[in-house]
């Protein structure tokens, strides 16, 4: 299994997407109103996969609705 971490965007925790925090912009996301996260992705790929190999995965999962993550697998040989 291969654990990978995937950039995603949510509302900011400490404003809570309203970019403002006692009137002024808010610090924790610098008045944006959303926070840059990394939610990990566990990928499973079978043994004897071949080089070459495309993986998509759909990322609806982490709230990405018609994003998809596409693994390129590239087998090559130790010593």
Same mark, same amino acid.
Request: proline letters at 5%; aromatic letters at 6%.
């Given at each position: 299994?291969?654990?990978? #971490?995937? !950039?995603? *965007?949510? !509302?900011?925790?400490?404003?809570? #997407?309203?970019?403002?925090? $006692?009137?002024?912009?808010?610090?924790?996301?610098? &008045? +944006?109103?959303?926070?840059?996260?990394?939610? @990990?992705?566990?990928?499973? @790929?079978? !043994? +004897?996969?071949?080089? #070459?190999?495309?993986?998509?995965? !759909?990322?609806?999962?982490? #709230? /990405?609705?018609? *994003?998809?993550?596409? /693994?390129? @697998?590239?087998?090559?040989? $130790? &010593?």
């Amino acid at each position: 299994m291969l654990r990978l #971490g995937v !950039p995603v *965007f949510a !509302p900011c925790t400490r404003c809570a #997407g309203t970019e403002h925090t $006692w009137g002024v912009a808010c610090l924790a996301c610098m &008045g +944006q109103g959303v926070s840059e996260q990394e939610k @990990i992705v566990a990928v499973r @790929i079978r !043994p +004897q996969v071949r080089h #070459g190999t495309i993986l998509e995965m !759909p990322l609806c999962g982490l #709230g /990405l609705h018609n *994003f998809y993550l596409s /693994l390129h @697998i590239a087998v090559t040989s $130790w &010593g």
